[in-house]
């Protein structure tokens, strides 16, 4: 049985890789998309300060449809190449926004959000979604944010192949 645990470190490239092998555990052995995207979103919302919003979008062969998520309502659907998740999942490339107010087409879903992350999902050439964090400080994320939400992104990503989380790291 998975237990969550606090990550007591100061450095942030530790508290990601405790995070990371915390979301291993948690994910280890499942491989329903929907079970393992809730438990991770839940997981990542209670350990990262200063977030509002974090979940996922899902690819649906057409547009990005919301997923599990943690926070206030969100946008349901998101077309591809529009706001930070539509632009994430095209240029197949993570988007870190200090100010997404001022990020072309930004979708505000949440007004209180002031700057977010998003990791694109692929498995090979299939576009599978958005990691999509959003924190209503300017300027929250940084390469070390974006370093650690990658690799916790093979992590889920891994899971969903073969419930085998090995070679995620």
């Known amino acids: ?17 405790q995070l990371r092998e915390q979301a291993e555990g948690l994910l280890a052995g499942e491989r329903d998309r929907i079970a393992n995207a809730a438990n991770l979103s839940a997981l990542l919302f209670h350990a990262l300060g200063d977030v509002n919003w974090l979940g ?4 649906d062969g057409q547009e990005l449809v919301v997923g599990p998520f943690q926070g206030k ?3 349901v659907r998101i077309p591809l190449g529009k706001g930070v998740c539509g632009t994430a999942a095209t240029l197949r490339r993570t988007q870190l ?9 930004h979708i505000a879903c949440d007004s209180a959000s002031a700057s977010e992350i998003v990791v694109p ?3 090979g050439d299939e576009l ?6 959003d924190s209503p400080i300017l300027d929250r994320f940084d390469p070390v944010d974006q370093t650690g939400l ?11 192949r073969s419930g085998q989380l ?3 790291a």
């Not at 996922?56 to 690819?59: C, D, K």
């Not at 926004?97 to 087409?105: I, L, R, T, Y």
Request: glycine share 8%; aromatic share 18%; with cysteine.
């Open 128 to 133: 599978i979604g958005v990691l999509d964090v």
């Open 97 to 105: 926004v200090g100010d997404v107010h001022a990020f072309p087409g």
């Open 1 to 17: 049985m998975f237990e969550s645990k606090p990550i007591a470190t100061g450095d942030k490239a530790e508290f990601y890789a």
């Open 121 to 123: 999902l692929y498995e």
């Open 56 to 59: 996922f979008y899902f690819y």
């Open 150 to 160: 990658e690799a916790i992104a093979r992590v889920f990503l891994a899971s969903l």
């Open 166 to 168: 090995a070679s995620a």
């Open 73 to 75: 309502p969100a946008c």
